[in-house]
């Protein structure tokens, strides 16, 4: 079954659809097929659904034993001894175990230097469609870590192309750090849903050389890309594609920074979610490059790739999965009008008001003052949600009034991160 879009949301045939991406750019050539099955079943038994994969990345793309993707890196020339047969194997396997594939063409730096072009992106993309045609799960996910305006007609060339061969096939696009698809082809039929990408930079990094080729500086506050995209695009999907990844340094360059932890994973997922994202792609920097034994480290990455599958961050993505099916996710609204004490940075409370309840998430604080007057239940059930056991803990009914202070439990051995639920009560 594919997945389709229907005003801000992805839905699987008739049934709601909640993203929960993992980050998998050179799960194609760093793995063999055994590795890939171990990595899929890993991921879709913690829940994730959707794995973002990059086709070609860089020059001279083949498999773990050598097969090329392309001949002299020439996009008009793909290679016919094995590497695509390995992709689709990959593909379909992920298909076996419920998951789809967004799949990247090509890495964002092929279309800026001019080796993906105009005259040979619509030929590439013909070849992809009759490659993968056949499998429901694959959808595409144009640029790379690029910023549109790098190459815009042809980046429009390779979505008009895959719509005219497959109108009903999803294609998205993800951007350079602290950008959004929606900066250049928010107006563009062939664009299915907004991707952003918030980066890895903590709010003190605003400044840092060469990488500073974007006005918009939102730091950490990555539910500001869901303010931005939904005000210009109401009836389109959006989600955060690149948050900060797990256990990789702020800032992403200088491995001397902090390194970002499970917490703040937890804490860019449940933002952008209780804002109105359509779900969210987690990211941890082994996986992302599947780092192993004798390959050299790309961003001061701690573990090889079949230990970083069990850092926890990746094992809580889950739980704000199950949390947003149980509660009609899709019928949200952003509801900060119910939060009286949110501030700032860390202190930020984000909340989202579904038929089956008002969510509050509190990163920072001891306790969180809610206007429950204005709920549109008659009575109140009050839970806490646990985002790193999944667990929910009851806590009675609460009365209606402008302010009701709720104080946080306290998990004393990690960041004390909560949910609050206000749920409609039995009369």
């Known amino acids: ?25 050179l799960l194609l050539s760093r793995l063999s097929y055994e590795e890939a099955k171990v990595y899929i079943d890993n991921r879709a038994a913690k829940g994730f659904n959707v794995l973002q994969v990059t086709l070609v990345h860089s020059p001279g793309y083949r498999t773990l034993d050598g097969k090329m993707a392309l001949v002299d890196d020439d996009f008009a020339r793909p290679c016919h001894d094995g590497f695509w047969e390995h992709a689709r194997r990959v593909v379909s396997y992920a298909a076996q175990s419920g998951l789809y594939m967004a799949l990247l063409p090509a890495w964002g730096g092929f279309a800026k230097s001019g080796a993906l072009n105009l005259e040979n992106a619509k030929g590439y993309a013909e070849f992809l469609n009759d490659t993968f045609g056949g499998f429901d799960n694959a959808l595409w996910l144009l640029g790379g870590d690029v910023r549109g305006d790098a190459a815009p007609e042809v980046f429009r060339l390779l979505g008009k192309t895959f719509k005219q061969l497959d109108k009903d096939r999803l294609v998205g696009y993800h951007p350079f750090g602290r950008c959004s698809s929606s900066f ?31 006005d918009v500086f939102y730091g950490e506050d990555n539910y500001r890309y869901v303010q931005e995209d939904l005000k210009l695009c109401p009836d389109k999907p959006t989600l955060d594609g690149e948050p900060s990844y797990e256990l990789i340094p702020h800032g992403l360059h200088d491995p001397s920074q902090p390194y970002w932890q499970a917490s703040d994973v937890r804490r860019y997922a449940y933002w952008s979610v ?3 994202a359509a779900g969210h792609t987690y990211g941890d920097n082994a996986i992302m490059q599947f780092l192993k034994p004798g390959l050299k480290p790309a961003y001061g990455a701690l573990e090889n790739w079949d230990e970083a599958i069990h850092d926890p961050g990746s094992g809580q993505m889950g739980h704000l999965r199950s949390l947003c099916e149980d509660m009609e996710f899709e019928k ?19 909340a989202l008001l579904t038929p089956q309840a008002l969510m509050i998430y509190v990163y920072e604080g001891e306790r969180v003052d809610v206007n429950t007057a204005l709920l549109p239940f008659e009575t109140i059930d009050a839970a806490w949600f646990d985002p790193v056991s999944g667990a929910c803990s009851p806590m009675g009914q609460v009365k209606k009034a402008e302010c009701v202070s709720f104080s946080l439990p306290n998990r004393r051995e990690t960041a004390n991160d909560w949910v609050l639920l206000l749920m409609p009560g039995e009369e």
Do not use: C, I
Request: charged share 25%.
């Open 332 to 350: 949200g609204q952003s509801a900060q009008q119910f939060v009286l004490n949110s501030g700032e940075k860390h202190a930020y409370k984000a």
């Open 274 to 276: 209780f804002t109105g």
């Open 1 to 25: 079954m594919r997945l389709s879009v229907r005003g801000r949301s992805f839905y699987e045939g008739d049934k709601p659809f909640f993203w929960l991406g993992d980050t998998a750019w």
């Open 184 to 214: 250049w082809f928010a107006k563009d039929e062939w664009l299915d849903f907004n991707m952003f990408q918030s980066g890895h930079r903590d709010y003190t990094q605003k400044n840092l050389g060469q990488w500073d080729d974007n």
